[in-house]
């Protein structure tokens, strides 16, 4: 059974920074792929960043040099340090176990609850 609890989601100001955790059962980390996904109000949920076992990372546009996604084997969590938020980065956050499929990462079943981060002043 594979479990994924994310957290770290919280209120704060427009250029803050956050750091989401997302902790796996087993080793699920250091043997797949792990993405973070993100769900704004009335918006589909999008990719956000995505992580292999051998640590190659890749990044929506919308992020990219703000968020940076990593992991800790040891720990089986996966982490997203958010930098220089938004009040567009408002979203439920889950992190997801994925696979790549020709070079794109393709959501599973395994997600998480999610965990709330709001940027507002």
């Known amino acids: 059974q594979v479990q994924l609890v994310e957290s770290g989601g919280d209120l704060v100001q427009p250029g803050g920074s956050l750091r989401l955790s997302c902790a796996a059962s087993g080793s699920i980390v250091s043997l797949h792929v792990m993405g973070w996904y993100r769900q704004a109000p009335g918006k589909q949920r999008e990719l956000v960043a995505t992580i292999t076992h051998f640590g190659s990372t890749n990044y929506a546009d919308s992020v990219k040099g703000r968020f940076t996604i990593s992991r800790d084997n040891a720990k089986n969590t996966v982490y997203l340090q958010m930098s220089s938020l938004k009040p567009e980065d408002t979203a439920v956050y889950y992190c997801?176990?994925?696979?790549?499929?020709?070079?794109?990462?393709?959501?599973?079943?395994?997600w998480g609850q999610g965990t709330q981060v709001t940027v507002s002043s």
């Open positions: 997801n176990v994925g696979k790549i499929i020709s070079g794109t990462y393709v959501s599973t079943d395994y």
